[in-house]
């Protein structure tokens, strides 16, 4: 879905009605974009449904804080298979990586899309004490977005 205000770091009203108007019509995964920030997602696991209200910025030139990154959601999924030989998907397990967008210094228009938990610390690869904070800052959100119901 293209839906919700940009940088605002949860979803509105309007986002939350269309995610269950596509859950009450058969949808399981509702994944979101337009913020440029991370929103919460959130995995219905008894109801097998999950909703990602934005997953931020994957590539992205943006470089203020909260807009230099975004995540990667990982579904694991089940075959279930009944003894008449019918079958069904569930999703097992959800979780996500979160990324940060880096820039060289000095470089202009190349950009690297890093993943935040190996690259926190990284001081070869990273140039910079303001890069490698800007990359920690994605790093950060994590707190932010787990939340159960089950909220990933």
């Given at each position: 879905m293209h839906?919700?205000?940009e940088y605002q770091s949860f979803p509105n009203t309007w986002q939350k009605k269309v995610a269950d108007f596509c859950f009450k019509h058969g949808a399981k995964i509702v994944i979101g974009a337009h913020p440029h920030v991370l929103q919460p997602m959130e995995?219905?696991?008894?109801?097998?449904?999950?909703v990602a209200y934005s997953l931020g910025n994957f590539v992205s030139g943006q470089r203020e804080r909260y807009r230099n990154g975004g995540a990667m959601?990982?579904?694991?999924?089940?075959?279930?298979?009944?003894?008449?030989s019918t079958s069904s998907i569930r999703m097992k397990n959800v979780s996500y990586s979160l990324a940060s967008v880096y820039r060289e210094p000095n470089v202009r228009r190349?950009?690297?899309?890093?993943p935040v938990q190996q690259f926190e610390n990284d001081t070869t690869f990273?140039?910079?004490?303001?890069?490698?904070d800007m990359i920690?800052?994605?790093?950060?959100?994590?707190?932010?977005?787990?939340?159960k119901r089950t909220r990933i």
């Open positions: 839906w919700g205000q995995w219905r696991k008894d109801e097998d449904q999950l959601i990982h579904i694991d999924l089940e075959k279930i298979v009944l003894p008449d190349t950009y690297y899309i890093l990273v140039k910079g004490s303001g890069a490698l920690r800052q994605s790093g950060a959100t994590r707190v932010l977005y787990i939340r």
